[in-house]
């Protein structure tokens, strides 16, 4: 499957594209955490991004798209991808349309994940991120903790609250979403390819209404 997952941080995506890379081999390809790779490595991108990513600012639109031509013209992309946290502008988007078209690929759908501000605002100052850049499991406080406190269940690796989940950053984060994201919405909805999911549920739920339109449309 070929899909854009959309909605504010903490509304889900992250976690529902775990559950689906597991359906059929499709790739999660979350930017944010190939961008906090490169921080966590100190690499000249990550030293550039660094202080930006910390504050809750997006990273500039041509960095991304350059990352994402590469990405999705790797191997293990033929087989399917879940767009997880990018396009996050109107300007990626378009880009990213350009691309597709370029590259002759084409969306089964992108899916809108609906959350009111609260439930945000409360999943994301309780969440919690495994620390090691290569595993970047997620986990909540409340909901999801780890099975030892503080430590990785899958690499045991300190588990951490983010740079960017203070509650000064999370809102700075809402605010962009709002301003920059949320208007993809509407252009998908143009595109024909929306599906509005209720991101308030458990994750298998959006899950099952994920499987159910894509097997209405095939
Ligand atoms: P979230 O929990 O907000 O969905 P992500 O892990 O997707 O977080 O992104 C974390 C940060 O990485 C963003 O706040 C932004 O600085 C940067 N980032 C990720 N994806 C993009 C993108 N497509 N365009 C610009 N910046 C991005
Ligand atoms: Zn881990």
Same mark, same amino acid.
């Given at each position: 499957?070929?899909?854009?997952?959309?909605?504010?941080?903490?509304?889900?995506?992250?976690?529902?594209? +775990?559950?689906?890379?597991?359906? @059929?081999?499709?790739?999660?390809?979350?930017?944010? @955490?190939?961008?906090?790779?490169?921080?966590?490595?100190?690499?000249?991108?990550?030293?550039?991004?660094?202080?930006?990513? #910390?504050?809750? @600012?997006?990273?500039?639109?041509?960095?991304?798209?350059?990352?994402? =031509?590469?990405?999705?013209?790797?191997?293990?992309?033929?087989?399917? $991808?879940?767009?997880?946290? $990018?396009?996050?502008?109107?300007?990626?988007?378009?880009?990213?349309?350009?691309?597709?078209?370029?590259?002759? /690929?084409?969306?089964?759908?992108?899916?809108? $994940?609906?959350?009111?501000? =609260?439930?945000?605002? @409360?999943?994301? %100052?309780?969440?919690?991120? &495994?620390?090691?850049?290569? &595993?970047?499991? /997620?986990?909540?406080?409340?909901?999801?903790?780890? #099975?030892? =406190?503080?430590? &990785?269940? #899958? &690499?045991?690796?300190?588990?951490?609250?983010? *740079?960017?989940?203070?509650?000064?950053?999370?809102?700075?984060?809402?605010?962009?979403?709002?301003?920059? %994201?949320?208007?993809?919405?509407? $252009?998908?909805?143009?595109?024909?390819?929306?599906?509005?999911? *209720?991101?308030?549920?458990?994750?298998?739920?959006?899950?099952?209404? /994920?499987?159910? +339109?894509?097997?209405?449309?095939?």
């Amino acid at each position: 499957m070929k899909l854009i997952l959309l909605g504010a941080p903490g509304a889900g995506k992250g976690t529902v594209a +775990k559950l689906l890379t597991g359906l @059929d081999g499709s790739v999660q390809i979350s930017t944010g @955490d190939i961008l906090r790779a490169a921080v966590a490595a100190g690499t000249p991108l990550g030293k550039q991004i660094e202080s930006l990513m #910390k504050s809750g @600012d997006l990273v500039s639109d041509d960095l991304i798209m350059g990352i994402m =031509e590469q990405r999705l013209q790797q191997a293990d992309c033929e087989q399917g $991808f879940l767009l997880d946290g $990018f396009p996050r502008t109107i300007p990626q988007a378009e880009a990213l349309k350009k691309l597709l078209e370029k590259l002759d /690929i084409k969306l089964d759908m992108v899916v809108n $994940f609906n959350l009111e501000r =609260e439930v945000i605002l @409360d999943r994301l %100052t309780t969440r919690r991120t &495994c620390s090691n850049a290569d &595993c970047q499991a /997620i986990y909540n406080v409340k909901s999801n903790p780890p #099975k030892q =406190e503080g430590v &990785c269940d #899958k &690499c045991n690796s300190p588990v951490i609250q983010r *740079d960017d989940e203070t509650t000064e950053a999370i809102s700075h984060r809402l605010e962009t979403y709002n301003e920059k %994201t949320a208007p993809l919405i509407g $252009f998908y909805e143009n595109e024909g390819l929306l599906l509005n999911v *209720d991101a308030a549920g458990p994750s298998e739920v959006v899950l099952t209404a /994920i499987k159910e +339109k894509l097997a209405e449309a095939s």
